[in-house]
């Protein structure tokens, strides 16, 4: 019997939100359980199912991405026609966005052989404080009926730009509802056209993942194998199948800028490279080993960073300057949140080597320099401010400044007096 194929994008941030979508199912509305039940008289011949991933250009700067989903199913009856209620439930379609609240799939839209038809949200379980299904009612007539959906999937809203990469699945185990097998169906994914799938493919970064949301995975991922690729496209092409868990389509995809730094510098690095390219491939690495911009690195692409950087510090056909600038790159990877003092005695261990090395250099110096103004070195080697001693103020005997107006006293008393002298010496005289 087949199981219901069910669509689901997730878009990570710093906790789990996603968009999702969902093939068709019939319903019932009896019972507290959702659940699509066997049909056997319907079968779905084929699907033909199309995701279009771009960026989310309204919010660029969290590295977020929308998609597009149409999807054409054709049923066939081989009874009379049967008149049912078919939809996609909720909670499959819906995302949840940082702070857990939903957002829904935009501009729904149903085609009932090439027939617009109404669509309405249900509610099967009075307990839910949501929609269970957008659902609509449509009668399957003798023969084939092809059905047609389209509808947006917004990015999940909320995000850090230091995260990464993006995860999405596909999932092809959930549900139970049509006759017999999937003829066939025709699965395709289109990334962005900054994404070049053949040449990562061939560079090895494309791999399968180690766990759910696992940080240290590879820049893009594509599972289950079997999938072609065409250019910016993957493409799953199934015949006769009855879908497993094993069956799950997953892809990974990393933020363009750090994909496409990643794949270019590392495609630029050969042997007999200059230190600054291992340098740059180091750097490049780091972003896929860190949650945000304050959780340490860690991981397997901190150990690619540091084997990189061992090329040049381990390595004696470098200069003593550049062995030291490697080691001053091995610090900034530990410059993080510190919770233990373990990286700060990382970052001083290597500054320690640095110096050691070639300490006198003016670029180790100016690159040293521009690692103390990190805003974690700080953290982790506050300066201590020696307080500012106030020297007492010395009070100096000074002669008293005479004013022009003491001046002019002192001058008028003197001649007062003068004429004083002038007037008793003349009355003395008058009286001989």
């Not at 039940?37 to 250009?57: G, Y």
């Not at 998609?67 to 209620?85: G, H």
């Not at 085609?111 to 309405?120: A, C, K, L, P």
């Not at 929609?131 to 995000?159: C, H, K, N, Q």
């Amino acid at each position: 019997m087949k199981k219901v194929m069910v669509l689901v994008i997730f878009f990570t941030v710093i906790l789990i939100g996603g968009n999702a979508s969902a093939d068709m199912a019939p319903i019932v509305h009896p019972g507290a359980t959702i659940k699509a039940l066997k049909s056997s008289d319907i079968q779905m011949k084929s699907e033909h199912v199309r995701i279009d991933i771009q960026p989310d250009e309204m919010n660029s700067h969290y590295y977020l991405y929308n998609a597009k989903l149409s999807a054409e199913f054709v049923f066939y009856n081989s009874e009379e026609p049967v008149d049912m209620q078919v939809g996609f439930p909720m909670e499959d379609l819906m995302s949840l966005n940082l702070w857990g609240d939903p957002n829904m799939p935009k501009e729904f839209t149903v085609r009932v052989n090439d027939q617009e038809v109404e669509t309405e949200n249900i509610k099967l379980n009075e307990a839910s404080y949501q929609d269970d299904w957008i659902a609509w009612d449509m009668t399957f007539a003798a023969d084939e009926t092809v059905v047609e959906v389209e509808y947006f999937l917004p990015s999940s809203g909320g995000g850090y730009s230091d995260m990464a990469r993006n995860y999405s699945y596909y999932v092809l185990e959930t549900g139970q509802g049509w006759k017999d097998e999937i003829e066939s169906a025709l699965i395709e994914v289109k990334f962005p056209s900054d994404y070049d799938l053949i040449k990562y493919l061939e560079m090895d970064m494309v791999g399968p993942r180690n766990s759910v949301l696992d940080l240290y995975d590879p820049p893009l991922i594509i599972e289950p194998t079997g999938y072609t690729i065409e250019e910016n496209t993957v493409k799953w092409d199934l015949i006769d199948f009855e879908p497993t868990h094993e069956d799950n389509i997953v892809f990974g995809i990393a933020h363009w800028d750090v994909y496409n730094n990643l794949a270019y510098t590392k495609d630029s690095v050969k042997d007999n490279t200059a230190a600054e390219d291992y340098f740059m491939l180091a750097r490049a690495y780091l972003p896929f080993a860190r949650v945000s911009k304050s959780m340490c690195y860690g991981g397997l692409y901190k150990e690619l960073a540091e084997k990189t950087l061992e090329k040049v510090t381990g390595d004696n056909v470098f200069s003593e300057e550049e062995r030291a600038l490697g080691f001053l790159e091995n610090a900034r990877i530990y410059l993080c949140t510190d919770f233990d003092g373990e990286n700060a005695k990382e970052v001083k261990y290597y500054i320690d080597l640095a110096n050691q090395i070639s300490g006198d250099s003016e670029k180790v110096k100016m690159q040293l320099s521009n690692l103390e103004q990190d805003e974690y070195y700080k953290g982790m080697f506050p300066k201590v401010e020696e307080p500012v001693v106030e020297e007492p103020s010395v009070i100096e005997d000074k002669p008293a400044e005479t004013s022009d107006k003491d001046l002019f006293i002192i001058i008028g008393s003197f001649i007062l007096l003068l004429l004083v002298f002038a007037v008793a010496f003349t009355v003395r005289n008058s009286k001989k």
